[in-house]
């Protein structure tokens, strides 16, 4: 018995924080979408009650500290389920890049593991478990497009963003979320509009997309790393018609309605950055 699922990498197209709660958490609201940047993950069921980790990447444990393992265990925790199973994740999408690999390969070990075993949960219901693991995890249940508010577990869905072409690039440094968040200033922020993006959206209007994409902790990665800047520059450069940065970063990525600048862009970046990928949106 075996399943595949595909775990799709996500990009914010905006990034928001409110305020800080008295529980210390940030309240954040993002709105954010899947892209066609996917690592592939088949569960096998093993005969011994066991979860077993399988990967080739270095970057990713193979142990309870892995997200995919972490989902694992909660849904055989709460279910009582007795089987074992052994996830083979093929990573295709670049590690502490912000574009929650790792939630994503979570949640896609619980997608999977509900068909696996008959579960029948509900996607609600999946998404509430994942917001367990991780704060990301809820939104990557859904694998569409969404408004995430709270911590980031609380999912709205939206309908599929505009249609265009995603150019990414991940200097390689490693940047920690929980840094990034502690220099925020939260007097001195330059909130983004998120209801105008979500007009955006919901009116399939790519220009109005692109003039309201916005990320608050840009700025504060941009100062601690010059790399970054550099690949904003040069993408801004090269012709993509708006470039942000994804999640605590480090990957930026442009966007372009035209495959030939896609192209040009992506070029131009290669001889710079040794992850650079162009994909379509998904957000379906
Ligand atoms: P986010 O955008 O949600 O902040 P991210 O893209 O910045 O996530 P991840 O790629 O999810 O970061 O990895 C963050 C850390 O999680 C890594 O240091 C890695 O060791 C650990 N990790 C655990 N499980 C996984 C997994 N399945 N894939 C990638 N990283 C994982």
Same mark, same amino acid.
């Given at each position: 018995?075996?399943?595949?699922?595909?775990?799709?990498?996500?990009?914010?197209?905006?990034?928001?924080?409110?305020?800080?709660?008295?529980?210390?958490?940030?309240?954040?609201?993002?709105?954010?979408?899947?892209?066609?940047?996917?690592?592939?993950?088949?569960?096998?069921?093993?005969?011994?009650?066991?979860?077993?980790?399988?990967?080739?990447?270095?970057?990713?444990?193979?142990?309870?500290?892995?997200?995919?393992?972490?989902?694992?265990?909660?849904?055989?925790?709460?279910?009582?389920?007795?089987?074992?199973?052994?996830?083979?994740?093929?990573? =295709? @999408?670049?590690?502490?890049?912000?574009?929650?690999?790792?939630? &994503?390969? #979570?949640? %896609?070990?619980? $997608? /999977?593991?509900?068909?696996?075993?008959?579960?029948?949960?509900?996607?609600?219901?999946?998404?509430?478990?994942?917001? =367990? @693991?991780?704060?990301?995890?809820?939104?990557?249940?859904?694998? &569409?497009? #969404?408004? %995430?508010?709270? $911590? /980031?577990?609380?999912?709205?869905?939206?309908?599929?963003?505009?249609?265009?072409?995603?150019?990414?690039?991940?200097?390689? @440094?490693?940047?920690?979320?929980?840094?990034?968040?502690?220099?925020?200033?939260?007097?001195?922020?330059?909130?983004?509009?998120?209801?105008?993006?979500?007009?955006?959206?919901?009116?399939?209007?790519?220009?109005?997309?692109?003039?309201?994409?916005?990320?608050?902790?840009?700025?504060?990665?941009?100062?601690?790393?010059?790399?970054?800047?550099?690949?904003?520059?040069?993408?801004?450069?090269?012709?993509?018609?708006?470039?942000?940065?994804?999640?605590?970063?480090?990957?930026?990525?442009?966007?372009?309605?035209?495959?030939?600048?896609?192209?040009?862009?992506?070029?131009?970046?290669?001889?710079?950055?040794?992850?650079?990928?162009?994909?379509?949106?998904?957000?379906?």
């Amino acid at each position: 018995m075996r399943v595949f699922e595909k775990a799709p990498a996500k990009i914010n197209l905006t990034l928001d924080v409110l305020y800080k709660r008295p529980d210390q958490y940030h309240e954040v609201e993002m709105v954010m979408t899947t892209i066609d940047l996917a690592d592939r993950l088949e569960l096998i069921e093993i005969q011994t009650d066991q979860i077993v980790i399988e990967s080739e990447s270095k970057y990713v444990p193979n142990d309870e500290r892995n997200l995919a393992y972490q989902a694992a265990e909660l849904i055989k925790r709460s279910y009582n389920i007795t089987k074992g199973i052994k996830i083979i994740i093929d990573k =295709q @999408i670049p590690v502490a890049a912000g574009l929650a690999g790792g939630s &994503s390969d #979570a949640a %896609a070990t619980l $997608r /999977g593991l509900n068909r696996l075993w008959s579960l029948n949960i509900s996607t609600h219901k999946l998404a509430t478990l994942g917001a =367990q @693991i991780g704060s990301d995890v809820s939104f990557c249940v859904y694998n &569409s497009t #969404a408004i %995430a508010r709270g $911590r /980031g577990e609380k999912i709205m869905t939206l309908p599929t963003p505009p249609a265009c072409w995603v150019i990414l690039a991940k200097p390689s @440094i490693g940047v920690s979320t929980p840094s990034i968040y502690q220099h925020l200033d939260l007097s001195n922020i330059d909130h983004p509009n998120t209801e105008q993006m979500i007009k955006a959206i919901q009116t399939n209007d790519y220009q109005l997309m692109i003039d309201h994409l916005g990320n608050v902790l840009e700025s504060v990665t941009l100062k601690q790393y010059s790399e970054v800047g550099q690949i904003k520059t040069l993408m801004e450069s090269s012709g993509a018609d708006a470039v942000l940065m994804s999640g605590s970063g480090p990957t930026v990525y442009g966007l372009t309605r035209q495959e030939s600048r896609a192209d040009r862009i992506y070029n131009s970046l290669r001889g710079f950055c040794q992850e650079v990928f162009v994909v379509r949106l998904l957000g379906v």
